[in-house]
């Protein structure tokens, strides 16, 4: 992979779920915003996330994308654009956020949320697709001999903001979790 894409200091790798699917899922412990869980995802009703590089929204089961959108509230007129949340994806102990620019489009007609609902049946689903809004915040590798997804904070040479310190904002650790580093992937 392109090493320089990648802005975090590392590629957190994560074993695909469910590969009989023939999509690139990964069990998805919860979803957050800010730092508060939303238990849309339980052991009874587990949650996975396809990395969706055809789809330029998020999209998911009418439940879940429903109350994403009910949460975070986006208002068309930009309203409450500059107190928008973080939303992010908690794969095992990390946590991937995406920040308001990622998720909503404002435009000089308004301010419009990535989000779409999308019923994949069995066995493909359910999931949601993590398209355009994550894979452009997130670097992903997928490695196909070791059927694993690689995620870092990806390298946008526009970005103004210092790349480490957006890296340790958008990428968090609740603890101490097994990843391999990018230079072992393949180990």
Not at 16 to 43: F, H, N, S, Y
Not at 57 to 62: L, R, S, T
Not at 118 to 141: C, D, K
């Amino acid at each position: 992979f392109d090493e320089g894409r990648v802005a975090s200091e590392e590629v957190r790798w994560y074993r695909i779920a469910r590969p009989e699917t023939g999509m690139w899922q990964l069990p998805l412990a919860d979803l957050m915003v800010d730092d508060q869980e939303q238990q849309a995802c339980t052991k009874e009703s587990p949650c996975f996330a396809a990395m969706d590089s055809g789809s330029t929204v998020i999209a998911g089961p009418k439940d879940i994308i429903e109350g994403i959108i009910l949460r975070l509230n986006v208002q068309e007129d930009c309203s409450n654009y500059r107190s928008l949340p973080m939303f992010g994806f908690k794969f095992g102990d990390d946590i991937y956020f995406l920040e308001k620019t990622d998720y909503v489009k404002k435009t000089g007609a308004g301010c419009f949320h990535q989000f779409e609902v999308v019923n994949l049946p069995p066995p493909r689903g359910p999931a949601l697709l993590l398209g355009e809004p994550f894979l452009r915040r997130f670097y992903t590798v997928f490695d196909r001999p070791t059927l694993k997804i690689g995620l870092a904070l990806a390298y946008h040479a526009n970005e103004k903001d210092d790349q480490t310190s957006l890296s340790e904002a958008l990428i968090k650790r609740r603890k101490a979790a097994d990843s391999i580093s990018s230079s072992s992937a393949n180990a």
